[in-house]
Every structure is written in structure tokens, then in C-alpha cells.
């Protein structure tokens, strides 16, 4: 059995790496000729802060899906399915990341926004089905301190992916401000997002 | 010899990844400036929906060369060959669905629909000789129960894609239907697979 | 020492799944509403047939460089730059092999066919620089019947591609077929390819 | 603790394997029926430098993750990030290189130059950072003769870049000359590495 969840990880392994070095194609190179390269290169800030952000939360999920497996000691079917669909999510990420850089600064930029808030709100989710299955079936250990931290951090994802999307109709800096700040949250390790989460929990009690 | 399977595994594990990978290039980020964006998004509907299903074929398609391969022990140069051949179809998928994503609401939807359903009779073909293949040379154990499931499910594969093929010739709402059908018969585990096909051969006898 | 040679294999895997993968990435979709697709996607024949070729190769060059590293047990720096060296003409292949499919049927033909065949005869070299260091080096048991036979099957190599590139000049027909001879004697295991050499060996002789 | 590393080194694997391979999508194929073939393919010589020198710095930066990670044995998420920002400097360098040779021969020489030195520049500083979290957090044994011998080697990198970056504002063939050299030296074995640094150092002394 060991061997199967081995081979899950090598196969989401390969669709993480490539769905994270695949970006760098967007980056087109300002031909010859044209201009002054140098002001060529700084116009294409927007292309670099795209590409960084997607970078980073290609890495972070792929660090969160580790996380995962280094729990999961068994697979099933559907097990493999659900993993299939987390990556599905992994995979569609550069097209709403470039829909959002080209359309951030023009006049349609709340439904970019809305699409983009859209993929990470359902990201969430299927990190959540995954997780409650393999809890579910006993394919974690439930009474580790390890597994218990994961399932409070990714408890909160999908609401607070919500709200990132409904912001969008209030704010759109805010609603990414938060997503960047959801990040940073994800690429701590579960037992200082617990603590973080605690913190909240109790700021909202008094 | 172990370590033979294991980079075959690998290797496959690769293709699959990156073919499954690079769906998403095909979705093109509306330009700016056209027309309003959520409507540019929404008109992009056939895209998302032959990424999807493309998505769902390899995806599917890799679950299914891991449980040949969870079954299969020994690997000789002729098994690498008939690998090969299989990778060859995996590969070519995004083609035919990318010509059927295109023409499928034209007046050459028959010619995109035959080149479709002959991809999928094909990759039919060469599962069952990989399978036939190692089991003719002892490469599994003939009496796991196993195995015998899954020489029915794949058994079946062939005449099924046929008749899909077939179909495109009368209907091709039905013959899209029916390769759905099949997708999801080769999603479930061949426990429960064999089920459904004893069941309709019950069926054909009464 | 075990683990090192490992992440070379997996690294090469990588490489090879993807120069075989992106392949497909060269046909391109007949645009819809120009003409009848059935006679579009049939006059695309040469993309298929060139994408067929280096399907082959890539893969058969996969096959061959699996059986040096089964042979292969230990590794050094050199051994991985010698590897690297291999894998930059392996990533190259689809070049020449678009160059030979574009202008096969017009008048450039021969420098198409020179690159192409050149490329092979590098790849050929590459191989044996690899397979000769492993040997010198003590990484290769050499009193391995395995590793006499590939030492056998490499070494004809440089000069059976040489006879290739050659070739260009006098009938193209007949180098490209001498190409397609030489991928399937490379495909065959070495003990059956050495019996092919030792068989044309005593044809030279008598 | 060991899978945790085994992890990282696949799904790093993958990232180098990619973005080297990606490399030959940027050469493209003379269109057929313009000129002479053969003085075509002269004219991209700009294009097979810059892929092979592209190819020869992902290859050299592959072995040297390679060798960081035979001496890091366990890992934590801070280590994960880290080798994150390291994969990020590995995925960019396509594109600098890419704008360097459309610009090299034009007026736009400086700022390309700039961009390209710059990104190894800070290569160098990630390679660092990767290695000094791992030796400062007691992932390596320290008192590891080969560990020792990275730490010079690395140790060099960033003053050695910096001045690299610094040379393109007085001569750019010396400043990448200087590149090419580095290059070498860090494809060189550490052993030999540090015997290099050491005769530096002398050499400044006397």
C-alpha cells in the first residue's frame, strides 16, 4: 500500500513542477527595434508581480500537499480521484492569474477578480474533501497532534476564501490583500497557523 | 528487476503530468480592451469544458496504468515498447479534443467526432495488449483476483470504443454520451467494475 | 552512492518525459470555417508522420539510456556532465525533426536532411562518450554479459550514423531509411542486436 | 524525516527538468519557401549559443542542488521555502537569457546584459541562503569535509557575481566572459573548487 501513495506523490509532484515552470512562458521578451529596452522592462512590471505571486502559490500548495501525505499512509480510488481534483485546481491557477494581471488595471476588473477569488475559494474546498476523506477512512492517524493542527487550518480555508471573494464587491485591493495574507497563513507550518487561528478564535470571544 | 518497473513507472508518471499539464495552454486569456470581460469569459464555455473532460481522461487514464502497474512485477524490453505505444496515445489526446473543442458546434463536427472516438478506440487497444502482454509472460500473478478483474474491465474496452466510434455515424450527442459513460466506468475500481459488466450480461441474457 | 545515481535517473526521466510530451505541441488545429476539416486533417500527414518519428526516438533513446544506468552503479561529477551532454541532445531532437518535416517536399531538403542526420550522429557519440567513462572508471562490472553485448551495440553507433549523414549526399530516400533501420536495432535488446552485428560481421567476412 | 528530503529532490527534479527542456521552444523553425535553407539556419546561430549556454547553467545548477542535498539530511518548512526561492531563480533564467540574445548584437546591449548578470546575482545569494539555514539549523554535519568545501565554494558566489554585474558597466564581453568562467568553476567538483579559492587566495597574499 505504501507504494501507492508514493506513486500519488510522485505523479502530483510532476503537475506541481510543471504547472510552476510553466509560467515563466507568459513572460514575453520586448523585441528588437522597438524602443528603449531598459523602459520596455520596467513597463512589464505587471508580468513579474504575476509571475511571482502565482509562483508562490503554486510552491505553497505544493508544500500544503506534502504536508498532507506525509499523514495519508494509505490510498484508495477515491482517494486518487479527490487528489485529481485538488490538482485540477493546481492546474488552472496561470489562467486566472493572467486574466487578473492583464485586466487589473482596466475597467474590468472586478470580473477578473471575481474569477480569480473564484479558483482559490474552490481550491480550498477540494483541499478540504481530500483531507475529510483520508480522515474519514482512516487513512490518517486521527489523535496526532500533526493531523488535528492541518484539519483546524484547513478548516478555515474555504470561509475565509469566501470572504476574499465576496470583498470583491466592496473592495478589490482589499480582497487581494487578504488572499496574499491567506498565503502567508498557508506557508506557515500547521502548528503556528494554529496558534495564529486561536489567537483569532479568542479576539472574536471577547 | 524491481527497480526496472520503478523507472518505468517514472517515466510514465512523467507523461502523464506534463500531458495533463499543458491542457491549460489552450485556454487563451481574452486581450484587453475588446469587449466586456465577463462576457468574453462566459462565450469561452467549450474551452473550460474540453479542458475539463481532457483533464478527466488523463487523469483517468493515469489511474488506470497505476493499477496495471501495482499488478505487474517483472519488465522486459518488448513491456517498454508496448508502454510506449500506450504514452503515444496519452499524448496525442489534447489534439482530437482540441479539434473537437473547435469544430464540435460547426459543420465538421462528424469528421472532429471520428477523429476523437478513433483516438480513444486506439489507446482501448494498447491498454489491452500492455495487459495482455504481461500476463502472457508471467509478468502477473494469474490467479489474483485482482488481475482477473481487470482483464474484464479492459477486455470490454475495445468493443465499447468501437461502438462509440460507430455511433458518431448516426448520433453524436450519443456517442459523446456513451464515451462519458465509459470514462466513468474506468474511474471505478475493478471490483466494481466487473460488477456492472456481469450485471449487463446478465441482462443481455434474460 | 546508491541515491545518487537515482536522482540522475529521475532527472534524465524528467527530461525525456517531457522532450517526448511537448512534441504534440507542434500540430497545430486546422482553424475552423476555411475548408472541409476531413481534407485539412489528412493533408497535416507529414506533422503526424514526423511526430510518430520522434515519438520513436525519444522513447527508444529512453529505453537505451534505462539499460546503461541498470548497468551503471556508481556516479561522478564527470558521469553527470557526460549525462548532461547526452540529455542536451536528446532535448534538441524536436528541432531538426520539425526543420526535416517542413521542408522534406521542397527544394531544401538536403540541409534539412544534414541536420537531422547530424544530430543523430552526435547523439550517437554522446552515448558512447557516457557508456566508454562508466566502463573506464570502474562504474560498469565489466565482465557483465550485458555490458559486453552494450558495448557492442554503442560502439557501432558513431559510425553507422556517420554512414547516415553521408548518405544525404548521394539518396536522401536511403538515409532517412538507413535512420528507421538503425531505430529499430536500437530498440532490440542487446542480445539480440549483438547477434545482429556478429550476423553482418560473418557476412563481411565471407 | 528522510521522505520529507526525497520529496523536495523530486519535485526540485522536476522544476530543473522542465525549464531545462523548455529551452528549445524558444528556436524556431525557418518558414519553408522564404530562402535558402542552409543560410538560415547559419543566420540563428545567436539562438544555439543561447540554448546551450542556458542549457549549460540549469544543467551545472542541477548538480549543484544536487550535491546540497546529498549533505542536507533532514528538512523543516523554512528549508522548503527556501529551496522554493532557489526553483524561482532556476525558472527565471530562460527569460534573461532569451532578451540577452535578441539584444546583444543591438543598441540595447547594457540593460540586457544588466538583467542577465543581476539574475545570477541573485541565484548566488539564494544558494546561499538554502545552504546557510540548512548548516545553521545543524541539517548537515558540519564537520563534513565536503559540507566544508561547499560552504567556500558557495561562499565566493555572490561577491563573484556581484562583480560580474559590476563589469557589464565597463566592458560586457569581460563581464560575460567572467560568467562563463564561474560557470566552469562551479561545475567543477568541490574538492577542486576549493583548491582553486585556496590558490586565489595565495596569490592575493603574495
Redesign the interface.
Known sequence: ME??TA?I???S?????????????E?K?????TA???TQ?IKQWPSYVSF?IS??FI?IM??NH?RLF?QIRRS??TL??LN?LL??GV??V??PT??LA??LS?P?QR??AV?YQGTYFAIAIFFNLLWGYARKRGMVEKTSESALRISVQYGVGPFSYLVCLLLVWISIPASLLLNVVLAVFY???PQHATTVVKGKAKAFES
Open positions: 507504494k501507492e506513486r506523490e510522485a505523479f509532484d510532476g503537475v506541481f513542477a510543471i504547472a510552476i515552470t510553466l509560467l515563466i512562458l513572460i521578451v520586448p523585441p528588437a527595434g528603449d529596452l531598459a522592462l511571482v509562483f508562490a510552491g505544493w508544500i506534502h506525509t484508495d480510488n486518487m480521484l485529481l490538482l485540477l492546474c488552472v496561470p489562467y493572467a486574466v492583464q485586466h482596466g474590468d470580473p477578473a474569477l506557508a506557515l507550518p
